[in-house]
């Protein structure tokens, strides 16, 4: 059977993770977002894998390659061109990427399903996907029923008893909301759907697609669902998903590494005298990392691979991405660290570097910056708890 993974977008709503890192490239614990779709469609007889590809397109080719590996068979169809030998994205949308690939060789020849490559979901495909089939549609949107306190932070779907979608809200008021049932992006398509799409510009699902689907009185339905779903649209969402994993609400994700201590995981060859941390699960910390004497680890914290968390140093419900040094003192809390940026858990950005902070967050393979004579002094007459006070303001 044939899938689609939605793969094009920039992610700017997850910078600056996506200045670097493709959207479905972001890890969960060590792992791709987009690893655990192709796991799902792969469970669910979905192994022949179309992957629309434009920002950072080489970070998920390269990963992923042909599908392998992981049991299945990839392809990818770039969107964008070459520009002095640089590869430039210029991504057509999610319905024009669909016929962009069609329009090259027509691949989708039966029942196909669509997902956005930037979810985690745990959903009974092999259901789904049975009764579009029983209700003769040409689409169908898979949604999840979330609180009415909840639906304008969401697309909102309105469909009629027999589940025929009648119209759409866009994140409506929640006076204003006609339906609690929310669009996925995970859908259900028939070749047929196709012809409704024009080709070589770009075009969207949601907003032009569905719209066109509805006026023409399609065979268009919506399919309440109860399963699991994660979606990564923010630096906010991101942060939660890792916290979720670790607390054990996200189910369908496991704790990588081994357990030293109950709570506590860590990769390979981690450098820590753990009489003489204080830790404090759920934590996870990331092959060849170290941790001096002193620090303060405390979770729901995810620590990534070849870190240096030096003496004193407190991280406290914290994200930190692999290759960061944290220096003496630090005191991070609610706090996102990914390369020179520190975003705390709604979203507000520093950079580090641009800000002169480096002393305080860097890169463990390059040696610790130059400090100012204002910073050495800082450094030489303040105690460790003052350090920490200075650091929490500085980091916000």
Not at 191 to 209: A, K, T
Request: aromatic content about 10%.
């Amino acid at each position: 059977m044939k899938a689609m993974i939605l793969a094009a977008g920039k992610g700017t709503r997850v910078r600056p993770i996506t200045y670097t890192i493709p959207k479905p490239m972001i890890p969960i614990l060590q792992k791709p977002v987009m690893e655990f779709l192709v796991e799902l469609l792969r469970q669910h007889g979905f192994d022949e894998i179309m992957v629309n590809v434009s920002h950072l397109a080489y970070e998920i080719e390269s990963y992923f390659r042909d599908g392998q590996r992981f049991g299945v068979q990839i392809a990818y169809s770039f969107e964008g061109r070459v520009v002095d030998g640089e590869l430039v994205g210029e991504a057509l949308g999610s319905a024009g990427g669909m016929r962009k690939i069609q329009d090259f060789s027509p691949f989708f020849d039966d029942t196909f399903v669509v997902l956005c490559g930037d979810a985690l979901i745990d959903l009974d495909l092999t259901a789904a996907v049975n009764w579009h089939r029983q209700k003769g549609a040409i689409a169908t949107v898979v949604m999840k029923s979330v609180p009415r306190s909840a639906v304008s932070s969401y697309g909102v779907v309105v469909t009629d008893d027999l589940g025929r979608i009648q119209a759409f809200q866009e994140k409506p008021a929640v006076a204003e909301a006609l339906s609690t049932n929310i669009n996925t992006g995970i859908y259900i398509f028939e070749p047929e759907v196709l012809d409704y799409i024009p080709s070589g510009q770009e075009f969207d699902i949601g907003s032009q697609l569905f719209p066109k689907l509805v006026e023409m009185g399609a065979p268009f339905y919506g399919i309440a669902m109860d399963f699991e779903w994660v979606d990564i649209g923010k630096v906010p969402d991101y942060w939660q998903a890792v916290r979720g994993v670790l607390t054990g609400e996200i189910k369908n994700v496991a704790i990588p590494g081994h357990q030293v201590m109950p709570g506590i995981y860590t990769g390979l060859n981690v450098a820590v005298n753990w009489d003489r941390v204080e830790v404090q699960g759920p934590i996870y910390i990331g092959g060849m990392t170290r941790i001096e004497d002193g620090a303060r680890i405390i979770g729901p914290t995810m620590i990534g691979p070849s870190c240096h968390i030096c003496s004193g140093a407190t991280v406290d419900n914290s994200v930190i991405f692999e290759y960061s040094r944290l220096g003496a003192g630090v005191r991070l809390v609610d706090k996102l660290v990914f390369g020179r940026y520190c975003v705390d858990k709604n979203g507000a950005t520093i950079d580090v570097q641009a800000a002169a902070l480096d002393w305080l967050i860097t890169d463990t393979r390059r040696a610790l910056p130059t400090q100012s004579y204002e910073q050495q002094v800082i450094t030489n007459v303040l105690n460790a708890s003052e350090i920490a006070d200075r650091n929490s303001q500085l980091l916000g």
